[in-house]
């Protein structure tokens, strides 16, 4: 496609519940990345993939967060059993090589945990 | 650990005024500091910096990087009402993947 996308672009659910993103990089990308945007704070990086393996996990905010990309394409981020604090902007952002490292982002995910 | 600073964060003015936003920074092992416009969807890359004193225009926008003081700034000039966004600057390390965000600048241009 043209651009990142991002689907749902809202998302509404109960505690306790799972949820799962989705994002379509820009065709050719082999680097994938997924941000968090809370109300009033800044992008919180979580987890990036380059082809279908993630070399760092680190930001992953707990274990109930968990990401794949299959087929160097398409990814999902997965978050099990939601709390409220999980409500957030989920952004996706993809870059074609590393050494110019230019992301381009997708319109994100808003999820609200009720 | 690492950390982005933006100021101010929020910023009115009347169409016409120029607008400066500043970015501090104190990553470990620079590798480039990049400007995004988030309107109210996806942020749209604006600028990449990674050499000092060199100056990146486009239109309008323009922004300069100064790697010993460790500071980037973002020029408006000539504001529209189109240009009101969030202004987010980001830097990044050497790891090669991950940007360390600023919280933003708000910027609302009044008619």
């Known amino acids: 496609g043209a651009g990142v996308s991002q689907s749902p672009s809202n998302k509404v659910t109960e505690k306790g519940k799972d949820v799962e993103l989705r994002c379509d990089p820009i065709?050719?990308?082999?680097?994938l990345y997924w941000y968090r945007q809370s109300l009033g704070q800044g992008l919180e990086f979580l987890i990036y993939?380059?082809?279908?393996?993630?070399?760092?996990k680190s930001g992953l905010p707990s274990d109930r967060f968990s990401a794949e990309r299959t087929g160097g394409s398409v990814s999902t981020l997965t978050i099990q059993r939601t709390q409220q604090e999980d409500s957030a902007v989920y952004l996706c952002a993809s870059s074609f090589l590393q050494a110019v490292n230019i992301q381009y982002f997708g319109a994100g995910t808003r999820l609200s945990v009720l | 650990e690492d950390k982005v600073v933006q100021s101010p964060l929020s910023l009115v003015v009347h169409e016409g005024d120029t607008v400066t936003l500043n970015c501090s920074y104190e990553?470990?092992?620079?590798?480039?500091l990049l400007w995004y416009k988030q309107e109210k969807k996806a942020p749209t890359f604006l600028f990449m910096l990674t050499s000092s004193g060199i100056e990146k225009k486009s239109g309008r926008l323009s922004s300069i990087l100064d790697k010993k003081e460790l500071f980037s700034i973002l020029n408006i000039t000539a504001t529209q009402t189109g240009d009101s966004a969030i202004y987010l600057c980001a830097v990044e390390d050497n790891s090669g993947y991950a940007l360390n965000f600023g919280k933003g600048t708000s910027l609302l241009v009044t008619p």
């Open positions: 993939f380059q082809g279908n393996s993630a070399p760092d």
């Open positions: 990553v470990t092992n620079f590798r480039s």
């Open positions: 065709s050719g990308h082999t680097a």
